[in-house]
């Protein structure tokens, strides 16, 4: 991303003329570079302020950080106040927890042009959790963006696993039919769909990325490849070869890169994209077992590794996954490009430095 940070556009002229949240007029619908300071609390923004929502999870971290080096006034708001981020505010708050107007309150108060909700609820946690965090949560989050006097952006991660199993060979875009066959699967479509149909219906201008299955630096413990990253780390503290204990490795699935995601997310929240879902993997499948040893070669740390047990539940029968990102490359101008092998490199070597959420919902 280049030149000076943009506000993201509206999609449509506002017919009664009213000013956009830079002060300025806005005949065009597309909203310019930063105005007038706005106040928030404890925050003084002269630059387009952006909110990320589960800013201190695996994905948000990587998304506070891209907008506030794109010149953005970032606040991340979670139940863990973010750290460690230059030119990122935390806010922390239980988006779940808090009473229902607290996040309709607060956002009012920031004031933001864009609202990107990385929150999720995916590894190690109950179907209940599921529900609360993919589906209830993001009913209140679209509420409450929906309802700011002036109108903001919501970008929405979504997920591959919505479209849920499908023949081996076959290449998922768009306008796949979506038939998830678990509860992580499915709540996240009824989350996304959610933020559809807010956006068909006028208000808020939301936007979908369904993500592929994301991998690099900070992946949490609680995914397949953040656990092997841990328990090679573990081996290397102790001196000894790891023995892995995993699930069967007998997927191929579409891996992309946290890094690649925010600039997907970047380009959504500026470009006139309201009411759209975009696929964002590699367009590859790629055999989990080789994710696996291709870890282990970028840890250094012999290893063996034991396939035992049933699958995860994210993924209970997902054999295949691919996807096309040809939309994401034609609307928002998007490509993966880190090599696998960068993004493994990346994970181990944040592991050894202790980086990284261990939460099981941000």
């Not at 830079?22 to 619908?29: E, F, L, Q």
């Not at 080789?290 to 994210?314: F, T």
């Amino acid at each position: 991303m280049s030149g000076p940070p943009q506000p993201p556009p509206t999609d449509r002229p506002d017919p009664t003329g009213r000013p956009d949240p830079t002060g300025r007029p806005d005949p065009t619908g597309r909203l310019g570079p930063a105005g007038p300071v706005r106040r928030g609390p404890a925050v003084l923004a002269a630059a387009p302020r952006v909110v990320v929502l589960g800013g201190s999870g695996f994905v948000g971290r990587h998304v506070c950080a891209a907008f506030a080096a794109a010149g953005h006034d970032v606040v991340s708001v979670a139940r863990r106040a973010v750290t460690g981020l230059p030119g990122v505010h935390g806010v922390s708050l239980d988006l779940l927890a808090a009473p229902e107007p607290a996040l309709a309150g607060l956002l009012r108060d920031l004031a933001p042009c864009v609202v990107v909700n990385t929150t999720g609820a995916v590894w190690d946690v109950s179907a209940r959790q599921m529900t609360d965090v993919n589906v209830r949560l993001v009913r209140r989050v679209v509420a409450a963006v929906g309802e700011l006097p002036e109108p903001a952006r919501l970008v929405h991660l979504g997920s591959v696993h919505e479209y849920g199993p499908v023949p081996r060979g076959t290449t998922l875009d768009e306008h796949s039919p979506p038939r998830p066959a678990t509860v992580y699967g499915r709540t996240k479509l009824l989350g996304s769909r959610t933020v559809l149909n807010a956006s068909a219906n006028g208000r808020p201008a939301g936007v979908v990325l369904r993500v592929a299955n994301a991998v690099g630096p900070g992946l949490p413990r609680g995914s397949l490849l953040g656990r092997v990253a841990e328990q090679l780390s573990a081996a290397a503290d102790r001196g000894t070869a790891a023995e892995l204990r995993l699930a069967p490795l007998r997927a191929r699935r579409d891996f992309v890169d946290v890094r690649d995601i925010t600039e997907a997310v970047l380009a959504a929240a500026q470009r006139p994209v309201a009411g759209r879902v975009f696929n964002l993997g590699r367009g590859q499948a790629v055999d989990v077992r080789r994710m696996v040893d291709d870890l282990i070669a970028a840890s250094g740390i012999p290893a063996r590794v034991v396939e035992e047990g049933g699958e995860a539940a994210r993924s209970a029968g997902v054999e295949w996954q691919r996807v096309d990102h040809a939309a994401a490359r034609e609307a928002l101008g998007w490509v993966p490009r880190r090599p696998l092998q960068e993004s493994l490199r990346a994970l181990w070597e944040a592991t050894r430095a202790g980086r990284g959420p261990t939460s099981r919902a941000s």
